[in-house]
């Protein structure tokens, strides 16, 4: 089968490789119709994060089932898939309480389609086939009548911009209408996506960026959208804060805009040390989120939320056929998605 492979941080090509096959009774094979770029994809085709070269690509999308093992139950030949891009078995401590990111029967960040990271390489999901070896704990059918172009970031970026928000849908409800407030401090597609489930859930969103094309997207999803690097200093503070540059000044300006017993989420990598301004966040009891997503525990949550109030197309700002990729894979600069039919 095919395989679209990183050659060099700014080429890519299609290799033959081995198809993958059934090797236990819980496995599962899908063949990938829709493939987004993650923020990390992105990032590594613009040189602002290094990646060994020699990996197979893509790690978020949708996919048809197209073969299964004999003790699969949950999903059957044809049924359309969202496939996490984290690997994990379901079954052990860590799946059972919801850190399916961190799955105990797996080396650490086993995972598709980020090699030079991954503890486990499950290979990249921008091939023909593509193994899943717990069918029945990963895969998550995608709703009827939903564009698989739309939910192509399911796997990854679309729950890391709702666990930002998502679990703290309650503690707004809570709040007076005045207060039910977030602050998204926004770069690439999480910062959108955690900007949609806000407005979604009933907050005012106000969004923050320099960049002219997602501030009409976050304006497109509900969000009131500022064009600057950071919060002015003068407004009143937010019980949820989200910061996705990656940038330490801006995670600062973030956590000085949370309000007392608020909640700051960074979905920020740091390939150094962060100074926090500890006292502050002290006196004032402010939650710092960091790390990874748990993609498959919150799939379900964003599933219901979606059905009901929330449509993300907006934030996709290319859709590409298949067989382009290997010329526009490299050049990437927002949310892209890979087409097969």
């Known amino acids: 089968m095919r395989q679209l492979m990183l050659d060099a941080p700014d080429s890519c090509s299609w290799r033959e490789v081995p198809d993958p096959e059934i090797i236990s009774g819980t496995a599962a094979l899908?063949?990938?119709?829709?493939v987004a770029c993650c923020d990390l994809d992105v990032a590594v085709s613009e040189g602002r994060l290094p990646m060994a070269p020699g990996h197979a690509?893509?790690?978020?999308?949708?996919?048809?089932?197209?073969a299964v093992g004999d003790e699969v139950s949950g999903v059957t030949v044809g049924d359309r898939v969202v496939v996490p891009f984290q690997i994990n078995c379901g079954t052990c401590a860590a799946c059972s309480r919801g850190a399916t990111g961190s799955c105990a029967s797996l080396p650490l960040m086993a995972m598709y389609g980020m090699a030079p990271l991954a503890g486990?390489?499950?290979?990249?999901?921008?091939?023909?086939?593509?193994?899943?070896?717990?069918?029945?704990?990963?895969?998550?059918?995608?709703?009827?009548?939903?564009?698989p172009v739309a939910i192509a970031s399911m796997s990854d970026n679309i729950p890391d911009g709702w666990r930002a928000v998502g679990p703290y849908g309650r503690e707004l409800a809570g709040l007076e209408e005045a207060d039910r407030r977030v602050l998204v401090l926004g770069r690439l597609s999480i910062g959108l996506y955690a900007a949609a489930f806000g407005a979604a859930l009933g907050a005012?969103?106000?969004?923050?960026?320099?960049?002219?094309?997602?501030?009409?997207?976050?304006?497109?999803?509900?969000?009131?959208?500022?064009?600057?690097?950071?919060?002015?200093?003068?407004?009143?503070?937010?019980?949820?804060?989200v910061h996705t540059t990656a940038d330490p000044a801006t995670l600062l300006a973030a956590l000085r805009a949370t309000w007392p017993d608020g909640v700051c989420t960074d979905t920020g990598i740091y390939l150094g040390s962060v100074e926090l301004p500890m006292l502050h966040m002290y006196t004032r009891g402010v939650r710092l989120v960091t790390g990874r997503v748990?993609?498959?525990?919150?799939?379900?949550?964003?599933?219901?939320t979606l059905s009901a109030t929330a449509d993300l197309a907006p934030v996709v700002q290319n859709v590409v056929p298949w067989e382009?990729?290997?010329?526009?894979?490299?050049?990437?600069?927002?949310k892209t998605v890979y087409v097969r039919r």
């Not at 899908?30 to 829709?34: C, F, G, H, L």
């Not at 690509?57 to 197209?66: D, I, M, P, Q, S």
């Not at 023909?128 to 717990?134: A, E, Q, R, T």
């Open 30 to 34: 899908v063949r990938p119709i829709a």
């Open 57 to 66: 690509l893509g790690h978020e999308g949708v996919a048809e089932v197209v």
């Open 120 to 147: 486990l390489d499950g290979g990249g999901f921008m091939a023909d086939l593509l193994s899943v070896p717990f069918a029945d704990a990963m895969l998550v059918p995608a709703p009827a009548g939903v564009d």
């Open 204 to 241: 005012r969103v106000d969004y923050v960026d320099t960049d002219p094309g997602r501030l009409a997207i976050a304006e497109k999803l509900g969000a009131t959208v500022h064009d600057r690097p950071t919060p002015d200093k003068a407004w009143n503070p937010y019980p949820v804060t």
């Open 294 to 304: 748990n993609a498959r525990a919150v799939i379900p949550d964003i599933l219901e």
């Open 324 to 334: 382009a990729a290997e010329e526009t894979w490299p050049a990437m600069a927002g």
